[in-house]
């Protein structure tokens, strides 16, 4: 199967749908584990993420994500991009078929933009996969703009593939419930994000929230409206926006 085969998700096949096709089995034996490693910040890495990274032969992930968590392991590390990151979790396989334990890394919580990589991880080692939750930068967010989860809309625009619905989600909700976004760089940042809010006939007055590099040292915080942050959006370089790659946007509901 070539890449392209395997990784058109306009067209399908999306590995999340593999991920999410089936409840994990609780007696699974030696499963290989898909670690949330948390927001980058390391005091926000669970005990239990951090026991399976220390007793893993093998480490996979991608780079910026294993740099994290390098001195908590003596594993082998394999790091890949995304241009090698087939022939990187084929490496992977094959040591976990060999009788090694693997543990895949992923930043924040697997469960939140992360199930394309643990449905490739799976369709990779083809065993049983267990996730282990981390703490989410949007978990992070939401406590900081005070956004109770149950009255929030959630979504995700960090993935590849078709955003429609969830974009239509977000149109849906604007004004009657708080919005937690994960913007995809650079071409649907918060600028861009804001400027589908008002088409809906969001309000320009709705304060929005930005917040970077979440528990980090050089935090940051943008506080302000979704008609200002609307009159920057366009384009799809990282020129074309005020944020950073790891941002999250919040806006506050009516």
Known sequence: MTEGDDYDLDSGPDPAALAASAPEDPAADRPVNAVGIGPGNLDFLTPRGEQAIREADVVV??????DFVAERTDADLLTCGYRDELDTLEAFAERVAAGERGT???????????????????????????VVPGISSLQVAASRARTPMEDTTFVTLHKSGDLSADL????????????????????LMPEDVATELLDAGGDPDLPALVYERLTHDDEARTATTLGDLAQDSGGD????????????FVVRRE
Do not use: C, I, W
């Not at 890394?105 to 065993?127: C, E, I, T």
């Not at 239509?168 to 760089?185: A, E, I």
């Open 61 to 66: 992930g991608f780079e910026t994500v294993v």
């Open 237 to 248: 370089s990282r020129e074309d926006t005020r944020f950073s790659d790891l941002s999250v």
């Open 168 to 187: 239509d989600r977000l149109r849906s909700d604007v004004g009657d419930r708080h919005l937690l976004v994960l913007p995809r760089p650079f071409d």
């Open 104 to 130: 895949a890394v992923l930043m924040g919580d697997p469960n939140h933009s992360g199930y394309q990589f643990v449905g490739k991880v799976q369709r990779a080692v083809d065993r049983p996969v267990r």
